[in-house]
């Protein structure tokens, strides 16, 4: 079926309602932030560089060529949007791409679609 184990946005039983109740929950929860998120194109570059695999922000900025403030900026509304997930290792901070947020939007445009 199309459950999905760590699915974080709604716990339901993968019957045809539960689908589409899910994804009605990802849609009134998310999809207004996701969207508004990769509106920016500095922050579709940002995605474009993680799908390599993690960095710092400092690789980030460095890469994006932005200042390190800016880059806080955007890497905030990326994590608001789960589409960053950020983690601590040693005394570095790494930021890592989530692609469950991305899949849940192409789940609920694909149902869009008929």
């Known amino acids: 079926g199309m459950w999905r184990p760590g699915y974080v946005r709604y716990q339901g039983y993968d019957n ?8 009605e929950v ?31 922000a400092g690789e980030l900025a460095g890469k994006l060529a932005v200042s390190p403030a800016a880059l806080s ?15 601590r290792q040693k005394n570095c901070i ?10 849940e939007l192409v789940l609920w445009i694909k149902q869009l679609e008929r």
């Open 26 to 56: 990802v849609h009134t929860m998310g999809i207004a932030d996701t969207l508004k998120a990769l509106s920016d194109p500095i922050r579709r570059e940002a995605l474009e560089l993680l799908k390599n695999g993690r960095l710092t």
């Open 94 to 103: 790494y930021y890592e791409l989530n692609t469950t947020v991305l899949d």
């Open 73 to 87: 900026y955007h890497l905030r509304l990326l994590k608001a949007a789960d589409l960053v997930m950020e983690y």
């Open 16 to 23: 045809q309602a539960g689908i589409m109740g899910r994804l």
